[in-house]
């Protein structure tokens, strides 16, 4: 019986310019149980990010923006129903990227819910890239 090939995804190189440089694949569990204080941030700091291919598309791509989401939320009704069901009572999990620049490790779709909303700040826990370690799924 023939070995199933596996699909192989497209990633926008945008996505990989801004993403983070981590050698593993992180449980969010784990992220959401590290105890690191909760502060506000302006939410304009954030807003770069919707320039990015953060998210998926129906075959697993990485490919599209959170503003692509935005400007036809019906084109994309799985990020649309994410967006809409999104609990902006937690905090968003941010952390510095490879480039230096905040950015979120948990909850973009509750920062465009955020940001739909008209809010101007946003409540975030800026995770410490010595702890980043301790999220790491187990195998």
């Known amino acids: ?24 694949w992180r449980d969010n569990e784990k992220l959401w149980a ?8 302006e939410i304009n700091e954030l807003l770069w990010i919707f320039d990015v291919p ?13 503003n692509e989401v935005i400007r ?10 994410r967006i809409k069901n999104s609990n902006t009572s937690h905090p968003l999990d ?7 620049e905040w950015l979120t490790l948990d909850g973009l ?3 465009v ?3 739909l909303e008209g809010k101007k700040t946003v409540r975030v826990r800026k995770i410490p890239p010595e702890l980043i370690h301790l999220t790491a799924r187990d195998e």
């Open 109 to 111: 779709h509750r920062l």
């Open 1 to 24: 019986m023939p070995k199933s090939k596996k699909k192989k995804i497209y990633v926008d190189p945008r996505h990989d310019e801004h993403a983070f440089d981590l050698p593993f």
């Open 54 to 66: 953060f998210w998926e598309d129906k075959d697993g791509n990485i490919v599209i923006t959170p």
């Open 72 to 81: 036809d939320l019906d084109k994309y009704p799985d990020h649309r129903d």
């Open 34 to 41: 590290l105890k690191v204080p909760v502060e506000e941030i």
């Open 113 to 115: 819910k955020l940001f």
């Open 94 to 100: 941010i952390m510095k990227n490879k480039k230096g």
